[in-house]
């Protein structure tokens, strides 16, 4: 049975999920949706798209555009956009757009359309590791993929005001990550991939300073059988303040609080021979 919008949301109020209508007066806010989505039969991967629309550049945007293929290829559309309008077919905030990159709500905290329809960079991800892409050669790709809420929205909390609070970690304002489903089309090479697959959709808007980020470990996902999980943790900073641990179970319609069990990791700020080798 589907999940109500009250479990979807999760505390959440029904516009948080609606994008700025305009420009934000603090300098420093930005709006921000990111997508991670995966092919169910592993044939390829969007491990990252996004868009950053910050105040101080409001009509002009960062985009992220990431395609990974089973076999190493890898298509890069970073760079910047300008921004598209805000308001969709009702009328309401529910477009964050850049560029060649569109996101629209259709229904807050259970269905986001999500488009691509521009050039990316053709290379291969030993280029990357030796810092030897092309960045001329470029092709053209589309994308338009249906997500579905999986899970409940996530909103990381603490009990520790000041971490929560501190904009070197989640920054200042609100985030939220949620689960989904997804069935779209994927066109490259002048060829159409149909595609059914999962994902982590993050919507923010805050103020997000990283100078003093250190570093994270996050995962989460979504299981054939409707389970879910998510965790986000922190090492501490050299001072030893600043460490957060928090995760979540979602499983036979309810979401449970967790955290990571095992935190040895979390004690050291640079990796051993253990953690590389």
């Not at 049975?1 to 609606?18: C, E, F, I, K």
């Not at 209508?21 to 991967?45: C, N, Q, T, Y």
């Amino acid at each position: 049975m589907p999940l109500s919008l009250d479990a979807l949301r999760n505390g959440l109020a029904p516009d948080q999920d609606l994008v700025f209508p305009s420009k934000p007066e603090h300098p420093e806010m930005r709006e921000s949706i990111s997508v991670w989505l995966f092919d169910e039969k592993g044939r390829f991967a969007f491990p990252r798209s996004g868009i950053e629309a910050e105040s101080h550049r409001w009509e002009n945007r960062m985009v992220q555009g990431n395609f990974a293929f089973a076999d190493g290829r890898i298509l890069n559309g970073a760079g910047d956009g300008p921004a598209h309008a805000p308001f969709g077919p009702d009328g309401k905030p529910s477009v964050l757009g850049a560029g060649p990159l569109a996101y629209r709500c259709v229904e807050p905290f259970r269905k986001w359309i999500m488009t691509w329809d521009g050039p990316v960079v053709d290379s291969h991800v030993k280029n990357q590791i030796s810092n030897t892409v092309d960045r001329s050669k470029k092709i053209p790709v589309k994308l338009e993929a249906e997500l579905v809420a999986a899970a409940p929205a996530w909103t990381q909390v603490t009990d520790d005001k000041e971490a929560t609070l501190d904009a070197t970690l989640m920054g200042l304002g609100w985030r939220f990550e949620q689960l989904f489903h997804a069935e779209g089309v994927f066109e490259v090479d002048g060829q159409k991939y149909d595609f059914k697959g999962t994902g982590l959709r993050i919507h923010r808007q805050s103020i997000r300073r990283l100078e003093g980020f250190y570093g994270h470990c996050w995962q989460s996902a979504v299981f054939p059988d409707g389970r879910a999980f998510g965790f986000c943790a922190y090492p501490p900073k050299p001072d030893g303040t600043g460490q957060y641990n928090e995760g979540y179970v979602f499983q036979d319609g309810k979401m449970y609080p967790a955290v990571s069990v095992n935190t040895a990791w979390l004690k050291r700020i640079k990796p051993t021979d253990d953690d590389v080798s």
